[in-house]
């Protein structure tokens, strides 16, 4: 494995509402090298998306970024001012964001906007501008480029202006991308093109990505490692294949087993009882504790990550079982 391009250690975002404390990302490690895909996974209001918006500096207020470390080719970005953020979001660090709608302008052409992000980082003629972002459009899968930079985003189906998306976040080919569930709104047939578009980005550029997504099928068919949150925390992280095989967190487990997949035909789909805690007021140990089968008095305290090669899990007790997916 080559070194880390971004390395993110005891990550703490923290909302202050009137309410109390949101505790939404709670001490979030890991690695991510060059032209590697890591998938973070979890189920709603688990802190995938603060984790995503916090690596940008992209949390406002009444959010703040408390603790922790994100080093990005080395250099620390939890320290930067807005100005030098600024400088470095699409240029270093990109993201792509859940609706492309909200992304792209609706009274610009694609090419002008295309253009735009290029402006913001670097001056390049209006020849030049407009084939680099032919070219992008070209490698995302969409047809007749140079046609289209004059189109606008009304004129695009939705997995297009998503395809469009994602080439304004590599234009200037981003050490790291960041994906916050930027397929959930397509259909099967579209997801499956853009996740093979994009494995293949990776690949060919070097570019490292985060795919956040709930949904652990689609994900585990895109990233080689996969990081699964819980109410802020990472609770289980490793090498994709190995996780879906032998999930040794409950919580884990749980999500493997109420896959589609894993259920017999006509039979009920495999729940995780109970709700999610709030993040308001999570309990002082572990907070899976109340809706799972193992808890012990053990688990009133705050459990530590225990690390076993390229493997580690937040739990007193792994469940150690072969209950996930087949290799």
């Not at 070194?3 to 703490?12: G, H, I, K, P, R």
């Not at 297009?160 to 930027?182: F, G, K, N, S, T």
């Not at 080689?224 to 884990?252: C, F, N």
């Amino acid at each position: 494995m080559s070194a880390a391009v971004l390395s993110v250690e005891n990550l703490t975002t923290h909302f202050f509402t009137r309410a109390g404390v949101v505790k939404a990302v709670d001490g979030v490690s890991f690695d991510l090298a060059e032209g590697e895909i890591m998938g973070l996974v979890g189920e709603s209001g688990s802190g995938k998306t603060v984790t995503g918006f916090s690596l940008l500096g992209l949390v406002d207020a009444p959010g703040k970024i408390v603790s922790g470390s994100v080093k990005l080719n080395g250099t620390e970005l939890t320290g930067l001012s807005a100005a030098q953020l600024r400088a470095r979001r699409g240029r270093d660090i990109s993201m792509i964001f859940q609706d492309p709608i909200a992304t792209l302008n609706p009274m610009l052409t694609i090419g002008q906007q295309m253009k735009m992000a290029i402006d913001a980082h670097e001056r390049l003629s209006n020849r030049a501008a407009m084939a680099r972002a032919a070219d992008l459009l070209t490698q995302v899968g969409i047809p007749s480029a140079q046609s289209r930079l004059r189109a606008y985003p009304h004129e695009f189906s939705g997995g297009m202006r998503q395809r469009v998306a994602i080439a304004i976040a590599l234009l200037h080919r981003p050490a790291v991308l960041v994906a916050d569930e930027p397929t959930t709104a397509l259909d099967v047939s579209i997801q499956a093109q853009i996740l093979l578009q994009m494995r293949d980005l990776a690949a060919e550029t070097g570019t490292a990505m985060i795919w956040i997504s709930h949904d652990l099928a689609v994900v585990s068919s895109l990233a080689s490692k996969l990081a699964v949150m819980y109410a802020g925390r990472i609770v289980e992280q490793g090498p994709t294949a190995t996780l879906l095989r032998d999930p040794r967190h409950p919580y884990t487990a749980g999500l493997i087993a109420s896959l589609p997949a894993m259920a017999e035909p006509g039979t009920p789909l495999t729940q995780i009882r109970g709700t999610t805690p709030s993040l308001l007021s999570l309990p002082e140990g572990c907070p899976f504790a109340p809706r799972c089968d193992y808890s012990t008095e053990a688990c009133g305290h705050k459990p530590d990550m225990t690390l076993a090669g390229d493997r580690g899990w937040r739990c007193f007790h792994p469940t150690g079982k072969t209950t996930g997916l087949p290799a």
